[in-house]
Structure formats: structure tokens, C-alpha cells
């Protein structure tokens, strides 16, 4: 008895690799959707420049599973708004949004894109996310590619807590009959002067 | 002469010999020759500044629009001109009477670079150009309904409610940029007249005959 008696049998046994794991199924889908998100680009001022930058090699978002830019919003996973957003292009990235397949993410880059920045004129959205759903806001003016890069991992810690089961989720938040994807006092609300901007009335 | 006058354009005193009155008044501004002219004889004063032998304003910098705080005070149209032979500059502008309904002739005639710079100002400050071929907003969309966004009357963040703004955005229809005009031609194209299509390949634009 003892290890001597160990047959040799025994040991080509135990080395065989397995092949199959088990895993919960949430954890592997969303282990997958969240390293392998493909960037829809949306750039429309300074913010694209520091986005340029996190995407070329030296902050590389590659390594956190962008490899590839989508530039086409069918093959895209999250939509990165960086830049302000006027009026003119709400119905262009309310397009693009609505183009891109489930399951898809949302990323405001930078101080215009989140609420409007310091344009709080006639022109400008105040904020993105009263024309689309947004997950991630990053904050700066612009936001540096590590500010950016941290946004880019919330999101991936976001998507790791998601559960396919939830429909919710993956549910379209359509333009409603309205006009709008949110309800108007919604929309009013998260447009609201904010900073030094309340000192400047509708009227003058 | 008054103490200005050593800087003033030599472009003046033909301008007034030959159309007198509607030359109102003129000024020098930092270096610069400012002509006033009468709204009525505005674009025979600038058909005259571009082709009279000695002026030969050939180059069109700018035209845009300024309107004062003062409310009696009249809106402005400015035309930057530049003689590309003779290195010259002239500002020539043109006042309005707030009370009338804005409107002056358009140089696209003269200059076809006024093309977009005309409808700039009257995307901003509703100047009717008459005679302009093609006179829709360019900056705001074509259905931008809230009014002229330079005018001293608009406040700051628009007349509507962020909500009916963005309403409004989300309506318009991001492919309508273009006019009837160039989507016909596009759709056109091969019918086209072998020179005309030559014409249009070269970047020159035109009406369709």
C-alpha cells in the first residue's frame, strides 16, 4: 500500500485536460461582451482628439479588447460620444444609436457631451443623454485618455454585474409618440442651467 | 481733408465721383476704409468696385452682418473685398432699416463665393438676399423655426423649452442638406450633357437649362 503501489494507469488518468468547464452563464457572456466591446466613434470636437490618443498605442484601449474601431454602428457595441453635440446632429446619433444592434452601450465623453459644457446656448445639447440612454459619463475638458480609459473599465465592471436574463436590459428606448425618448419635464429638468450659467436668464 | 484721410482708400474719391450721394458717408476704422452706401445702389457701387479698371476688387474675403445694441441704430451688411492685383482692401457696407423688412440684393452675380456667405447671414440674421439662387439656412437646419440666432432680440438659449428644442432636432431629417437642385443633378447625372457633366466634375455649379 502507499504511493509505491500507485499504477501507472492511474496518472495518465488525471492528465488528461478536461474539455469543458462549468461557469455560471453570466459570468462567461458578460466575461465576453465586456472584452470585446468594439467602439462606435463618435467624435465631434476636442474630446476625439483625447480619444485618438487612448486609442493609439500609447494607451492602447486594444489592450481592454478594442481592437477595432467600429465605424459602422451595425458592428459596434458602444456608442463613445466625444464632443459636444449640437442640435443639428441630435437626429444623427439618435440614428446611429437606434442602427446599432443589442446588446450596446453608451459612453459621454467630457463636459459637453455629459451636460452641455460651457455651450448652454441655442445651438447645443444640454447633455446626451436626453437624446439617448447613456451608461458612463466621464467627467473633463477633455478628459485625459486615462480619465477616459477609467470610464472605458466602469463600463466593463458595469457589464460584469448585467444578467442575460434581465430584459430589461436589452430593452430599445425608443423616440416615443412625443418626439422625445424621455418625458418632457425630463428633459427640461436635466437641461438646467447649472454654474455660472443661472446667473444668465431665458430672457436676456 | 480731415485728419483720417491720409489712410483712406484711394478707391473713395472715384466711388463718390461717380456715384455721388449713394456713397453716404465713409470712415477709417483702425487702418481700414469703410463706404457706406445706399441700400439702392449698394450692388451697382460693388459691380463697380469689381470690374472699373483702377478698383478691380476681385476677391470677395467675407460678407457678413452686425446689428448694435443700440436698437435705433440701423443692422449692417458688410462686404469685405480684397484686389488680388492691386493688394488693396476695402470694406463697403450697407445699412437696413430694422423697421422694413430686411432685404438686399445679392452679389452672387458679382462674386459666387458670396453663394454660402449669403446664406450664412440670413441663417443668422434674416437678411433676405433677393436674386440669391439658393437662399436656405446653412448652419441650422432647414426647418429651424425659432428665428435668427445673432439677432439682438434672441435670447441667449433660444425661445423654446429644451424640451421642444430637442423635440424639434429629433424631427428634422439629417439627410435634407441638400437642395432639389444638387439631389436632381445627382440623380441626373448621366442624362447630362457631356459638358455640362464636365463642367460639374471641375466643381463649377449652375442651374440646370
Same mark, same amino acid.
Given at each position: 500500500?502507499?504511493l509505491?503501489?500507485v ?8 492528465? &488528461? ?11 462567461l457572456t ?5 472584452n470585446?466591446?468594439w467602439?462606435?466613434?463618435f467624435?465631434?470636437a476636442?474630446c476625439?482628439?483625447? #480619444?485618438m490618443a487612448?486609442?493609439a498605442?500609447r ?10 474601431q467600429? +465605424?459602422s454602428?451595425? =458592428?459596434?457595441d &458602444?456608442?463613445i460620444?466625444?464632443g459636444?453635440?449640437p ?8 440614428r446611429?444609436?437606434d =442602427?446599432?444592434p443589442?446588446p450596446?452601450w453608451?459612453?459621454?465623453?467630457g463636459a459637453c ?8 446656448n ?17 467627467p473633463?475638458?477633455?478628459p ?6 477609467y470610464g472605458?473599465r ?5 457589464i ?6 434581465n430584459?430589461?436590459?436589452r430593452?430599445e ?15 427640461d429638468e ?15 | 481733408?480731415t485728419?483720417?484721410?491720409?489712410s483712406?482708400?484711394?478707391s473713395?474719391?472715384p466711388l463718390?465721383a461717380?456715384f455721388?450721394?449713394a456713397?453716404?458717408?465713409t ?11 445706399a441700400?439702392? @445702389?449698394?450692388?451697382?457701387?460693388l459691380?463697380?468696385?469689381?470690374d472699373?479698371?483702377? =478698383? @478691380?476688387f ?8 452686425v446689428e448694435y445694441r443700440d436698437?435705433e441704430r ?16 476695402l470694406?463697403v ?6 423697421r ?7 452679389v ?7 453663394d454660402?456667405?449669403e446664406r450664412e447671414?440670413?441663417?443668422?440674421f434674416g437678411?433676405? +438676399? ?5 437662399l436656405r439656412r446653412i448652419l441650422m437646419?432647414?426647418t429651424?423655426?425659432?428665428g #435668427? ?6 435670447p ?11 423635440r =424639434? ?11 432639389m437642385e ?6 441626373a447625372?448621366?442624362?447630362?450633357p ?5 463642367r460639374?466634375a ?5 442651374f440646370?437649362?
Amino acid at each position: 500500500m502507499g504511493l509505491s503501489s500507485v499504477q501507472p494507469e492511474s496518472t495518465t488518468v488525471s492528465s &488528461v485536460s478536461p474539455n469543458w468547464v462549468t461557469t455560471r452563464l453570466d459570468f462567461l457572456t458578460n466575461w465576453a461582451r465586456s472584452n470585446s466591446l468594439w467602439p462606435m466613434p463618435f467624435g465631434t470636437a476636442c474630446c476625439a482628439i483625447e #480619444y485618438m490618443a487612448t486609442a493609439a498605442s500609447r494607451f492602447d484601449i486594444a489592450r481592454f479588447g478594442m481592437e477595432r474601431q467600429s +465605424f459602422s454602428p451595425r =458592428q459596434a457595441d &458602444v456608442l463613445i460620444c466625444a464632443g459636444r453635440l449640437p442640435f443639428k446632429l441630435a437626429p444623427v446619433i439618435r440614428r446611429i444609436w437606434d =442602427q446599432m444592434p443589442q446588446p450596446k452601450w453608451a459612453i459621454s465623453m467630457g463636459a459637453c457631451a455629459s451636460s452641455g459644457g460651457i455651450f448652454d446656448n441655442y445651438a447645443m445639447v444640454q447633455g446626451i443623454d436626453t437624446i439617448i440612454p447613456v451608461d458612463v459619463y466621464v467627467p473633463g475638458c477633455p478628459p485625459r485618455p486615462e480619465g477616459l480609459i477609467y470610464g472605458i473599465r466602469l463600463l466593463q465592471k458595469k457589464i460584469m454585474g448585467e444578467s442575460i436574463d434581465n430584459d430589461l436590459l436589452r430593452e430599445e428606448k425608443l423616440v416615443g409618440p412625443t418626439g422625445l425618448f424621455l418625458p418632457a419635464e425630463r428633459v427640461d429638468e436635466l437641461s438646467e442651467p447649472f454654474g455660472n450659467s443661472v446667473h444668465q436668464t431665458r430672457t436676456s | 481733408m480731415t485728419a483720417g484721410a491720409s489712410s483712406m482708400s484711394p478707391s473713395v474719391a472715384p466711388l463718390r465721383a461717380e456715384f455721388g450721394d449713394a456713397i453716404e458717408r465713409t470712415a477709417v476704422s483702425c487702418g481700414d476704409t469703410i463706404v457706406y452706401a445706399a441700400r439702392e @445702389r449698394a450692388h451697382d457701387v460693388l459691380a463697380w468696385l469689381k470690374d472699373a479698371p483702377g =478698383q @478691380r476688387f476681385n476677391y470677395l474675403t467675407d460678407v457678413t452682418a452686425v446689428e448694435y445694441r443700440d436698437p435705433e441704430r440701423q443692422l449692417e451688411v458688410v462686404y469685405q473685398l480684397r484686389s488680388l492685383p492691386r493688394r488693396a482692401d476695402l470694406r463697403v457696407k450697407v445699412a437696413l432699416d430694422k423697421r422694413a423688412p430686411l432685404e438686399v440684393r445679392s452679389v452672387w452675380d458679382l462674386w459666387h463665393g458670396a453663394d454660402w456667405l449669403e446664406r450664412e447671414v440670413y441663417d443668422m440674421f434674416g437678411v433676405v +438676399f433677393t436674386g440669391h439662387p439658393d437662399l436656405r439656412r446653412i448652419l441650422m437646419w432647414e426647418t429651424y423655426s425659432e428665428g #435668427y440666432p445673432l439677432r439682438k432680440e434672441f435670447p441667449l438659449r433660444g425661445h423654446f423649452s429644451r424640451a421642444e428644442q430637442t423635440r =424639434q432636432a429629433l424631427a428634422a431629417n439629417p439627410e435634407a442638406h441638400y437642395s432639389m437642385e444638387e439631389l436632381s443633378i445627382a440623380e441626373a447625372f448621366d442624362e447630362l450633357p457631356s459638358d455640362m457633366r464636365e463642367r460639374l466634375a471641375r466643381g463649377e455649379r449652375g442651374f440646370l437649362k
